[in-house]
């Protein structure tokens, strides 16, 4: 089944404790996406890469790292995480062709006290 | 930079009436795509429709349907014949596409489904 991958599903954790959420897709997507959404605020893209180890910001990169080493794999890490941080993370892929028809992952719920 | 904007944060529809969701995009460009997705309560974003902007035609996927007026910058959802399952989050989108992969997403309609 072709489909977008996050784990963890579900994250509490405290200030400054470094986390990782990875993402992977097993549909040879070159592109691939991270976003955050908060209420109010739709969708705001973090960092996308475009291929392997081509990474680049986004809208709201700050607080945020990623890397690309492998072609399925796109993970997140928050190496000093703040609670303006909580939001609910999505992890997105794609073709680089059209119709640029993006895969969502089933999202992660980040909470930092 | 291009901006979506969904004026309508709330919306409501009888089951079976038929209901329309706005969306405008600011974009200078001629060449684009646009989407409408579904978040349900489980979170998922789910693809509902899209629309190449070099096609006249408005889409349709079964029960929905767009009206893309493109000099008006305009691309709502309609919904025919809605259910209790199409009760959700839709956020309308936009992507430049070759060289800029990156989705602009408005900021969401919350439609609520009346039996």
């Known amino acids: 089944e072709a489909q977008v991958t996050q784990n963890p599903r579900y994250l509490i954790t405290v200030t400054g404790k470094k986390l990782t959420v990875t993402c992977s897709q097993n549909?040879?997507?070159?592109?691939m996406s991270w976003y955050r959404q908060d209420p109010g605020l739709g969708l705001r893209q973090i960092y996308y890469?475009?291929?392997?180890?081509?990474?680049d910001k986004g809208d709201v990169p700050e607080g945020y790292k990623v890397s690309r080493k492998e072609k399925r794999n796109f993970p997140l890490i928050l190496e000093s995480p703040s609670p303006n941080q909580t939001s609910l993370y999505f992890c997105?892929?794609?073709?680089?062709?059209?119709?640029?028809?993006?895969?969502f992952g089933p999202g992660t719920r980040l909470t930092v006290t | 930079a291009q901006t979506v904007t969904q004026s309508q944060p709330e919306m409501s529809v009888q089951e079976a009436e038929t209901v329309t969701l706005s969306c405008t995009y600011d974009?200078?460009?001629?060449?684009?795509?646009l989407f409408w997705y579904k978040q349900p309560p489980s979170r998922q974003m789910i693809l509902v429709i899209r629309?190449?902007?070099?096609?006249?035609q408005n889409a349709t996927e079964n029960r929905f349907s767009v009206n893309f007026q493109k000099a008006a910058k305009s691309f709502s959802l309609k919904i025919s014949d809605s259910q209790l399952g199409d009760a959700a989050m839709y956020f309308c989108?936009?992507?430049?596409?070759?060289?800029?992969?990156?989705?602009?997403f408005g900021k969401g309609t919350k439609l609520s489904v009346i039996p």
């Open positions: 974009t200078s460009e001629s060449d684009y795509y």
């Open positions: 629309q190449e902007a070099y096609k006249q």
């Open positions: 989108a936009y992507l430049l596409g070759a060289g800029s992969y990156q989705l602009t």
């Open positions: 890469s475009m291929n392997v180890e081509v990474t």
């Open positions: 549909m040879n997507h070159e592109y």
């Open positions: 997105a892929s794609s073709f680089r062709r059209p119709p640029y028809e993006q895969y």
